[in-house]
């Protein structure tokens, strides 16, 4: 969570300035070994959000961008972003490994005090990912008490046809080193969810917040023989994290 940022005076003229503020912090994550799968893992999780004044910011979940517009509650940004490939270990270890991606995107935030609105689309320019994602996410924050805060909202992602070729299609060549059917997807996928989480203010700059969330897979990616046969299109995630504020 953010912090509430700061004013620097002078002596002679009240002046709102830019500043960093934010929080860093880390924990533990569980969720699929890859998009589609029925397994699960738990991994160390870095957590990071800062800004600079109402301009630049950074973080793990929209990346690091710039705001272009800013005006009322509307704001514009162009950023850099991070999409996950697949990995060939497992019940996937015959398929060709899919790299994770650097993407370049424009996301548009509306902020209307506990509702919070976000639309991004994107596109890989590194890895093994083509195509384009689009994502929207709704996002209601509410106080509770004096030292907690709670939010929950849904997620929404639609990608290409490319893109969901990259991540659920099986060329002939792995299907015959597998076993598991060829597949070639003929449209893009589209999957919805939802977030919640829960953040305790131990301190005022010390925090310990718990997320659970879920989404769903529809489409060609549901139909692919690697979330069919192997996973489930159905996708758990949880998480628990301590964070430090500035």
Same mark, same amino acid.
């Given at each position: 969570m953010m912090g509430v940022i700061g004013l620097l005076a002078s002596a002679t003229v009240q002046a709102a300035q830019p500043q960093w503020e934010g929080s860093i912090g880390g924990g533990a994550a569980y969720w699929p070994k890859y998009t589609g799968s029925d397994?699960?893992?738990?991994?160390?999780?870095?957590?990071?959000?800062?800004?600079y004044g109402d301009t630049f910011f950074a973080s793990l979940q929209d990346g690091i961008g710039w705001n272009i517009v800013k005006q009322d509650k509307w704001r514009v940004a162009p950023f850099i972003g991070y999409a996950f490939g697949r990995d060939d270990r497992g019940d996937i270890d015959e398929l060709d490994?899919? =790299? !994770?991606?650097?993407?370049?995107?424009? #996301?548009?935030?509306?902020?209307? $005090?506990?509702?919070? /609105?976000?639309? +991004?689309?994107?596109t890989p320019f590194t890895g093994d990912l083509d195509g384009y994602r689009l994502r929207f996410k709704t996002d209601y924050v509410t106080r509770v008490g004096e030292r907690a805060a709670f939010t929950i909202g849904p997620r929404f992602t639609?990608?290409?046809?490319?893109?969901? =070729? !990259?991540?659920?299609?099986?060329?002939? #060549?792995?299907?015959?080193?597998? $076993?598991?059917?060829? /597949?070639?997807? +003929?449209?893009?996928?589209?999957?919805?969810?939802?977030?919640?989480?829960?953040?305790?203010?131990?301190?005022?700059?010390?925090?310990?917040?718990?997320?659970?969330?879920?989404?769903?897979?529809?489409?060609?990616?549901?139909?692919?023989?690697?979330?069919?046969?192997?996973? !489930?299109?159905?996708?758990?995630?949880?998480?628990?994290?301590?964070?430090?504020?500035?």
């Amino acid at each position: 969570m953010m912090g509430v940022i700061g004013l620097l005076a002078s002596a002679t003229v009240q002046a709102a300035q830019p500043q960093w503020e934010g929080s860093i912090g880390g924990g533990a994550a569980y969720w699929p070994k890859y998009t589609g799968s029925d397994e699960y893992r738990t991994t160390p999780w870095p957590t990071f959000d800062i800004t600079y004044g109402d301009t630049f910011f950074a973080s793990l979940q929209d990346g690091i961008g710039w705001n272009i517009v800013k005006q009322d509650k509307w704001r514009v940004a162009p950023f850099i972003g991070y999409a996950f490939g697949r990995d060939d270990r497992g019940d996937i270890d015959e398929l060709d490994k899919v =790299d !994770d991606s650097l993407t370049g995107g424009l #996301r548009v935030n509306y902020d209307d $005090g506990h509702w919070r /609105y976000s639309a +991004s689309a994107q596109t890989p320019f590194t890895g093994d990912l083509d195509g384009y994602r689009l994502r929207f996410k709704t996002d209601y924050v509410t106080r509770v008490g004096e030292r907690a805060a709670f939010t929950i909202g849904p997620r929404f992602t639609y990608t290409s046809e490319r893109w969901a =070729d !990259d991540l659920f299609g099986v060329s002939k #060549r792995e299907s015959q080193r597998s $076993g598991i059917d060829a /597949y070639d997807p +003929s449209g893009s996928y589209f999957s919805a969810g939802l977030d919640t989480t829960y953040s305790y203010y131990l301190t005022h700059q010390l925090s310990v917040t718990g997320l659970l969330g879920m989404t769903q897979l529809t489409g060609d990616a549901a139909d692919s023989p690697i979330v069919d046969d192997l996973g !489930d299109s159905t996708q758990w995630r949880a998480g628990a994290f301590i964070n430090y504020h500035f």
